[in-house]
C-alpha cells in the first residue's frame, strides 16, 4: 500500500498553507469565490434576469412580488461567481516507490497531493484525485465537500502501486474523466517515453485544462552522488545492472540533463507550467516558494 508521509495529515504542515491561494490562470470553468467572474450562469448575488419556474427549482428565488402581479411562479437568475475545479492526477507506478533518502517519491507525491487538495478545498474549490500508472487504478470525482479531504487521504493510503508505468494508456484515460475546465496537476517522474507524455499533455490542453507538471526526483536519480560500484535495479522491470559510478557519471548526467531539457521544452510548447522537486527539498518551503511565485504570474 502506500504510506502517507507524517506530514500529509500534520495541521502544523498545512496551517502554513492557508494564507496563500490558489488560482487558475486563464479562464476555466470555475473562478474562486469573491475574486473572478464567470461566463456561466448560475445563482450567485448579482441579479441578470427572470425564468419561468420548474418543478425542483429552489423556492429561495422565486420572486414572490412579481407571482402577486401576474399569479405567474418566475425565478431570479444571477451572474456566477463559481470555484475553481482542482484534479489531481498521481502516478503511482513503479518507479515511484524509489527511496534513496529516507523518502520515498511515491510517498512525496502523495503528500504534495495532499496539501494541494487541503489547500484548494479551504478555498471552497472542488477538488478531485486521480491515481495512475498502466491504466487509471482510481479516481474520485471532483468535489468542495467537507469531508472530500478524507475521501482523498483514505484513497491514498488504500490504493496499491502497479509495477509499469504506461503514460500512452493511462493519460488519456485520466484526460477523460477531467471533464470540466479547471486546473489539472500532475504528479510524476514522468520516467516514461516523451512522446506518450506529450500525448497525454496534448489530451488535457485540448480540453482548455491549465496544466501544471510536478516533477518528483530521488536525488540520487537526479544527481548520482555515488561510488565504487553500483548494482541499479530498475523498479518497473526489476532489471539489474552493476557498474562503476564514476565511470558512468559524466555521461548519466548529460543523459538526464538533455531529457530534462527536451522535457521542459514540450512543456513550454503546450503552455504546461513544469516544476521540479527533489526528495530531499523541504516540501512545505518548496511548496510555498512555488505558490507565490505563481501568484505574481497572475
Known amino acids: 500500500m502506500i504510506d502517507l508521509t507524517p506530514s500529509a495529515t500534520d495541521p502544523a504542515f498545512f496551517s502554513r498553507l492557508d494564507n496563500l491561494e490558489l488560482r487558475a490562470r486563464g479562464i476555466v470553468e470555475g473562478f474562486l469565490h469573491g475574486l ?6 448560475g445563482f450567485s448575488v448579482e441579479f441578470a434576469s427572470h425564468r419561468e419556474y420548474v418543478q425542483g427549482d429552489d423556492l429561495r428565488h422565486v420572486n414572490w412580488k412579481l407571482f402577486a402581479r401576474q399569479n405567474r411562479l418566475y425565478v431570479k437568475e444571477f451572474d456566477a461567481e463559481t470555484n475553481l475545479e482542482l484534479q489531481l492526477l498521481v502516478d503511482v507506478s513503479g518507479s515511484m516507490e524509489c527511496a534513496n533518502t529516507g523518502c520515498s517519491k511515491l510517498s512525496y507525491a502523495t503528500t504534495l497531493a495532499a496539501a494541494l487538495a487541503h489547500l484548494a478545498l479551504k478555498q471552497h474549490d472542488a477538488v478531485g484525485l486521480t491515481l495512475y500508472a498502466d491504466e487509471v487504478i482510481a479516481h474520485i470525482e471532483p468535489r468542495a465537500k467537507p469531508h472530500q479531504l478524507d475521501e482523498i487521504l483514505r484513497m491514498i493510503a488504500t490504493t496499491r502501486s502497479r509495477p509499469k508505468s504506461d503514460a500512452a494508456r493511462a493519460l488519456p484515460q485520466a484526460a477523460e474523466l477531467c471533464r470540466h475546465r479547471g486546473l489539472v496537476v500532475l504528479i510524476s517522474d514522468f520516467f516514461d517515453d516523451l512522446p506518450a507524455i506529450t500525448h497525454g499533455l496534448d489530451q488535457l490542453r485540448f480540453r482548455h485544462h491549465e496544466v501544471v507538471a510536478f516533477q518528483i526526483w530521488d536525488a540520487w536519480e537526479r544527481h548520482l552522488p555515488l561510488d565504487g560500484n553500483i548494482c541499479f535495479t530498475d523498479l518497473e522491470t526489476r532489471g539489474e545492472i552493476t557498474t ?4 558512468v557519471r559524466e555521461k548519466y548526467l548529460q543523459a538526464v540533463d538533455d531529457w530534462r531539457g527536451q522535457l521542459q521544452q514540450e512543456c513550454l510548447n503546450r503552455g504546461v507550467d513544469r516544476v521540479e522537486l527533489t526528495t530531499d527539498d523541504r516540501l512545505d518551503q518548496a511548496l510555498l516558494d512555488y ?4 501568484s505574481q504570474m497572475i
Do not use: D, K, T
Not at 36 to 41: A, E, L, M, Y
Not at 291 to 294: E, G, M, N
Open 36 to 41: 473572478h467572474r464567470s461566463p456561466f450562469v
Open 244 to 247: 562503476h559510478a564514476e565511470g
Open 291 to 294: 505558490l507565490v511565485r505563481r
